[in-house]
């Protein structure tokens, strides 16, 4: 009977496994191909953000069904439904208890908050980037795997009174992650130090792939200087929160407005330009299909139709516009001539593109829907072609790039926009030490326990990387070890 139950349980559990990753599925293609779908889904059943949540809590419960299925695998034929939910409640439980006393006895620890290069705080390190070690250290493996670089920091300028007072405080640690699993090396680094080059994050799980392009080959992290904060306890809000989410900072540019007749929208570079001309001219292409398809395949009242016809013929005369514009404009693909682009900004502004609200069909069948004007730099809520938002994020990655080989790069108002951006965004994405993480982790930590958080290190636009379902990775380490500045047992966990 205990066999056979523990035979039901692991089936029911291997079916929500399926189902869990079957709608994970079906969330990211909804989220992922959004921006290119034609007519028919003008208005989506599920819009792309919250198919974006939906998959963030999909995921979460596949993890733990996964979970619940190992467990199930490593029971004995003794299981009882008794003896599994108490040993699950009781690990929950434990775990929790010792999460809750880590806060309430929680002694000093800092945040480490990337700042802009001219930010003028002392920088006590980086994330991203390429790593400085001694010329004859070997590029950290396991188990034959090279590992990707992703932090290094000065112990020198860190307080003296974290991880309970023990730990070196001369050199840096080097932090490398495997590319597919959570597993990492930290090299305490002393001497002489000089840039090394390894292993491209293009090449690593972590990398956050924006809309299934991969990064440049050989491409490092961003890197991005640190500086830090001292506090006693958990990180300050808004660590730990998303980007606008953390109550009293909320983002100031949740809704802002591209108009390309601003110089901060510009292109910068023969990459950035590439990025506009190719999302229009999908946009105008995908619209012009959208209002052929509705003209040909729904039965339409003569109202509607008439709607839809003087859209088409608005959106064609913006294609013409475009084509005009884009034939002036693709010498500057070449050899970019900032002068030349700018002056032709501005007509982006009226090409008119219109938005499709499809709703249902009438008890006659007849398609109701909705033609309202927009125009192609209209934000997602007015036009469904989603320009604006590819065009504004790949502005922000190329944008990033060049400011960081080179702050002059950009113009006086696209920089003030970014800089603004980037340190909102730093607020959230800050690195931690000895402070009792936000998320929820095994391993145990703490003053009662014998570990202290090394590092934490969360998922970060600034840096273009994701950890586990858009979390933290948290290293933790033996007090006495670190005590020892023996830094080769520590611990890496994935927080939910």
């Given at each position: 009977m205990a066999k056979?139950l523990?035979?039901?349980l692991?089936?029911y559990?291997?079916?929500?496994v399926?189902i869990?990753?079957v709608?994970?599925m079906?969330?990211?293609?909804?989220?992922?191909?959004?921006?290119?779908r034609?007519a028919?889904?003008s208005?989506?059943?599920i819009?792309p953000h919250l198919?974006?949540?939906?998959?963030?809590?999909v995921?979460?419960?596949w993890m733990?069904?996964?979970g619940?299925?190992?467990l199930l695998r490593?029971?004995?034929?003794?299981?009882?439904?008794?003896?599994?939910?108490r040993?699950?409640?009781?690990?929950?439980?434990k775990t929790?208890?010792?999460?809750?006393?880590a806060v309430?006895n929680a002694?000093?620890s800092?945040?480490?908050i990337?700042v802009?290069?001219?930010?003028?705080?002392?920088q006590?390190?980086?994330f991203?980037?390429?790593?400085?070690?001694?010329?004859a250290?070997?590029?950290p493996e396991?188990e034959?795997t090279p590992?990707?670089?992703?932090?290094q920091?000065?112990?020198?300028?860190l307080p003296k009174n974290?991880?309970?007072g023990?730990?070196?405080?001369t050199?840096?640690?080097?932090?490398f992650v495997?590319?597919?699993?959570a597993a990492?090396k930290v090299l305490?680094?002393?001497g002489?130090?000089?840039?090394?080059?390894g292993?491209s994050?293009?090449?690593?799980?972590?990398?956050r792939?924006?809309f299934?392009?991969t990064?440049?080959t050989g491409a490092?992290f961003?890197?991005?200087?640190?500086?830090?904060?001292?506090?006693?306890?958990a990180?300050?809000?808004p660590?730990?929160y998303?980007?606008?989410?953390a109550?009293g900072?909320?983002?100031?540019f949740?809704h802002e407005r591209?108009r390309?007749?601003?110089?901060?929208?510009h292109?910068f570079?023969?990459?950035?330009?590439?990025y506009?001309?190719?999302y229009a001219d999908?946009?105008?292409?995908?619209?012009?299909a959208?209002?052929?398809?509705?003209l040909?395949?729904?039965?339409?009242?003569?109202d509607t139709r008439?709607?839809?016809v003087?859209l088409e013929?608005?959106?064609?005369?913006s294609?013409?516009?475009f084509?005009?514009?884009?034939?002036?404009?693709l010498?500057?693909?070449?050899t970019?001539?900032?002068n030349?682009?700018s002056?032709?900004?501005p007509?982006?502004?009226?090409?008119?593109?219109g938005?499709?609200?499809?709703l249902k069909?009438d008890?006659?069948g007849?398609?109701?829907?909705e033609?309202?004007?927009a125009?192609?730099?209209d934000?997602?809520e007015?036009n469904?072609?989603?320009?604006?938002?590819l065009?504004l994020?790949?502005?922000?990655?190329?944008a990033m790039?060049?400011y960081?080989d080179?702050p002059?790069s950009?113009?006086?108002?696209?920089r003030?926009?970014?800089?603004?951006?980037w340190?909102?965004d730093?607020l959230?994405?800050?690195?931690?030490?000895s402070?009792?993480p936000k998320?929820?982790?095994y391993t145990p930590?703490g003053?009662s326990s014998p570990?202290e958080i090394?590092?934490e290190?969360p998922?970060?636009d600034?840096?273009g990387?994701?950890?586990g379902?858009?979390?933290?990775?948290?290293l933790?380490i033996p007090r006495e070890?670190?005590a020892?500045g023996?830094f080769?047992?520590?611990?890496?966990?994935i927080?939910n």
């Open positions: 056979s523990r035979s039901t692991r089936s559990v291997m079916m929500g399926v869990c990753f709608a994970a079906v969330l990211f293609l909804i989220w992922i191909e959004a921006p290119s034609g028919r889904s208005t989506h059943l819009p198919a974006l949540m939906g998959l963030k809590y995921g979460a419960v733990i069904l996964i619940l299925a190992y490593q029971k004995t034929d003794t299981i009882t439904a008794d003896t599994l939910v040993d699950i409640i009781e690990n929950e439980a929790a208890r010792m999460q809750d006393e309430k002694g000093p800092v945040s480490l990337p802009l290069p001219n930010h003028g705080a002392e006590v390190g980086w991203g980037g390429a790593p400085r070690l001694p010329r250290t070997a590029w396991i034959g590992l990707c670089f992703v932090a920091i000065d112990l020198s300028k974290i991880w309970s023990v730990g070196p405080r050199g840096s640690i080097a932090v495997h590319p597919e699993m990492v305490h680094v002393e002489e130090v000089l840039r090394r080059d292993v994050p293009a090449e690593t799980r972590w990398f792939n924006s299934g392009e990064p440049k490092y961003p890197q991005w200087p640190v500086a830090i904060e001292e506090h006693v306890g990180l300050p809000a660590s730990g998303p980007s606008g989410k109550p900072f909320p983002n100031p949740e591209l390309l007749s601003n110089p901060a929208y292109p570079d023969a990459e950035s330009l590439a506009l001309l190719r999908e946009g105008l292409t995908r619209r012009i959208s209002i052929s398809a509705f040909t395949e729904k039965k339409l009242k003569d008439a709607a839809l003087d013929q608005k959106v064609l005369r294609r013409a516009t084509e005009e514009i884009k034939t002036e404009l010498p500057c693909l070449q970019f001539n900032l030349s682009v002056a032709r900004m007509d982006f502004d009226q090409l008119d593109v938005n499709i609200r499809y069909n008890a006659d007849y398609a109701v829907i033609v309202q004007d125009k192609l730099t934000p997602f007015e469904d072609l989603r320009f604006s938002y065009y994020h790949r502005l922000k990655k190329a790039t060049a960081l080179d002059a950009l113009s006086p108002e696209a003030d926009r970014f800089e603004q951006m340190s909102f730093a959230h994405e800050r690195g931690g030490m402070h009792p998320g929820f982790i930590y003053p570990n090394l590092l290190l998922t970060s600034l840096l990387w994701i950890w379902d858009m979390y933290s990775i948290v933790a070890d670190l020892k023996d080769g047992s520590v611990i890496a966990d927080t």
